[in-house]
């Protein structure tokens, strides 16, 4: 099968997934339970989204792991079950995934290491611990995301780099400022994450959540400014969230979404898929947009 960042070197724009929390709030998980949970308890409703995306034509699909470090389970009383929840996430997607790519999801811990909540010793370890279980389960890749701190961000990397033999990928999520610039919550830009990402191992880049596709196009420009060749991996909300009726809502339709995907993949992004809202609709008319520009 080749490695992913192989494809994009031959010039292939690819194609990733979407929306997995949404998904799960969908076939009926509770608010405070724990989606990795559900690996064990819902395996079938978990292996249905997984099937949903490969049906949509993407070319590569996460596993239902994003909390899966033991700070985050502990919360749910699972810190235990790291490496059976990451294991079983991985073999899933892995079985939905056929011949197509499997991405082994893992999000921030929750810690930050500036408040003292954690040293940077015990948030490698913890990282570690959920990247060799995704790459038992058969993950290709490790897909660090949602990340705000730089310094985190190029902790996980440098785990899966040194203790697994699969692809490392890795997003932070970007909002814009008052003055129109993106920044992470922990105030990095696009700019800076760049070659400190790539220092810690990481082979290919990006953001993710925080934005709709229209506002991750100055992100991949911005990155590019400082690095032409890294391969870059959106994975953008459907739109901006609006509260509506009791809910959070993201607004904008396969259409509106399949709409930007020229522009940004001349912005210079090679990964193109979705986060919070996106469903097998949009990954669907993203596919489309792609295969006619190919």
């Excluded at 129109?180 to 290919?204: F, K, N, Q, T």
């Excluded at 509260?243 to 020229?262: I, L, M, N, R, W």
């Amino acid at each position: 099968m080749g490695k992913i960042t192989d494809k994009i070197k031959e010039g292939k724009v690819l194609v990733s997934d979407g929306a997995w929390g949404t998904f799960l709030q969908q076939k009926g998980l509770k608010s405070g339970e724990c989606p990795e949970e559900w690996n064990i308890t819902h395996p079938a409703e978990v292996m249905d989204i997984a099937r949903s995306y490969i049906d949509a034509g993407a070319d590569m699909i996460e596993t239902n792991s994003f909390g899966g470090t033991r700070f985050k389970l502990e919360r749910f009383g699972l810190a235990g079950k790291v490496k059976q929840l990451n294991r079983i996430a991985a073999e899933i997607s892995r079985s939905a995934a056929g011949s197509k790519f499997v991405l082994g999801s893992a999000g921030p811990t929750g810690k930050i290491l500036m408040m003292g909540d954690v040293t940077a010793d015990e948030l490698y370890d913890a990282f570690r611990e959920q990247f060799i279980s995704l790459e038992e389960g058969g993950v290709d890749a490790i897909m660090i995301e949602t990340m705000s701190d730089l310094e985190e961000a190029s902790i996980a990397v440098k785990a899966a780099r040194e203790n697994t033999q699969v692809e490392v990928f890795c997003t932070m999520t970007f909002e814009k400022t008052v003055t129109g610039e993106y920044r992470s919550m922990m105030g990095v830009s696009p700019g800076e994450m760049v070659g400190a990402l790539i220092d810690a191992g990481a082979e290919v880049i990006g953001a993710n959540c925080g934005n709709g596709i229209e506002g991750m196009i100055n992100i991949v420009r911005e990155i590019r400014q400082v690095n032409t060749e890294i391969p870059v991996l959106i994975h953008a909300n459907a739109g901006m969230p609006v509260y509506k009726d009791g809910e959070t809502v993201f607004p904008e339709t396969p259409e509106e979404t399949a709409s930007f995907v020229p522009k940004i993949i001349e912005a210079g992004a090679n990964v193109i898929g979705g986060c919070c809202g996106t469903t097998p609709a949009h990954i669907s008319l993203i596919r489309e947009v792609v295969d006619k520009g190919s």
